[in-house]
């Protein structure tokens, strides 16, 4: 899995970005040599931060959704729209953040301040969830948060795991209401159609569905010849118990922290997922807050991410240099991947008892 970076900002030296958002959002390239206690106030316009509720008809999910399945050892399986689709349905999708069109016209994983990477389901998700399998990690009873979150997986598999509530957050409305929502739904008409045996038994490690197919005569979907699994069918779900667990936000960091923290009480998240979130050094300010107000006190932060971006500054030792300077969170490291791009997972926790 590629990245692809597309900045398109006009030639400016007043200001060196915004603090808009859950992934680049916006901004000069910054330098690796550049100070990551970086406070400049955001130059454009932030993304205000919306709830966005369930469908109240949840039968919505398209009859002609095409669904892939991530699965892992032990976990259960994951299932997500194809990305494919989302390309090849464009122009009949509702589109008014304009990202299926910049992101075609242009190309690009990434267009700053308009598209944040929310469609994709980047490699370091992948590490986390093969973690989350080693460790054999449960969330029964756990306030969930999957920052930055595009299709959600991380936060299905807590909600899988019995999770008291997950929230979910990503910088487009469009990713949560046509990703995120439906991906939610589809995961819980799936577990409702599965068989026992499936739900037991891994398909091969970090394998989509299709791919598994290929190697087996007969799987939950009876597919044959590697062929596409059908598309899914719409059924209600009105009455499903996983559905009021869920919450689901858009907008940038900075709004959506102002939103959630109007809460009374404001939520604390016992888990907070990121992955892929730390690619700009002049955003670590606004995420570090985010995590600071919203982590209960005795919470943990699974932080996934690569050694270092590429053309836009950021990466993980960057990004424990800031957090070690506001002296708020201890950094241990819980896998390191050496192979290619190296990729880390970390976890952060308060040094010391928080309160309330």
């Not at 370091?124 to 399998?133: A, G, K, M, V």
């Amino acid at each position: 899995m590629s990245f692809c970076f597309n900045f398109d900002v006009p030639a400016q030296t007043t200001h060196t970005g915004n603090i808009d958002g859950n992934y680049s959002q916006g901004g000069e390239k910054d330098s690796a040599a550049q100070s990551t206690d970086d406070t400049t106030k955001p130059a454009e316009p932030v993304k205000e931060a919306k709830k966005h509720l369930p469908p109240s008809d949840l039968q919505f999910l398209p009859v002609d959704a095409v669904f892939e399945t991530v699965s892992i050892g032990t976990l259960p399986p994951l299932h997500f729209l194809n990305e494919t689709v989302f390309e090849k349905t464009a122009s009949e999708r509702e589109d008014w953040e304009r990202i299926f069109s910049l992101s075609a016209e242009q190309k690009s994983d990434l267009i700053s301040g308009v598209y944040e990477g929310g469609l994709k389901v980047w490699e370091c998700t992948y590490d986390l969830l093969e973690l989350i399998e080693k460790q054999e990690a449960t969330f029964g009873g756990k306030a969930v948060l999957d920052l930055g979150c595009g299709a959600g997986l991380l936060g299905i598999l807590a909600l899988k795991r019995r999770a008291r509530q997950v929230h979910f957050q990503d910088y487009n409305s469009t990713v949560i209401e046509q990703l995120t929502v439906p991906n939610v739904i589809l995961n819980c008409q799936t577990d409702d159609e599965a068989d026992s045996k499936n739900d037991k038994e891994g398909r091969g490690k970090g394998k989509t569905e299709k791919e598994a197919d290929c190697e087996m005569t007969k799987d939950r979907e009876e597919l044959t010849d590697c062929s596409p699994p059908p598309k899914k069918r719409a059924v209600d779900l009105s009455q499903h118990p996983l559905l009021p667990k869920c919450c689901f936000f858009s907008g940038d960091w900075s709004t959506f922290l102002a939103l959630v923290l109007q809460t009374d009480p404001p939520p604390k998240y016992d888990i907070i997922f990121t992955s892929e979130t730390i690619y700009n050094t002049a955003y670590y300010s606004v995420l570090h807050e985010t995590l600071h107000k919203l982590l209960a006190p005795d919470g943990l932060v699974y932080l996934a991410t690569k050694s270092h971006y590429f053309g836009v500054g950021g990466g993980l030792h960057l990004f424990k240099n800031f957090v070690e300077q506001k002296g708020i969170f201890s950094v241990d490291h819980l896998w390191d991947g050496e192979e290619g791009l190296q990729r880390h997972i970390v976890a952060l926790r308060f040094k010391t008892a928080k309160g309330s």
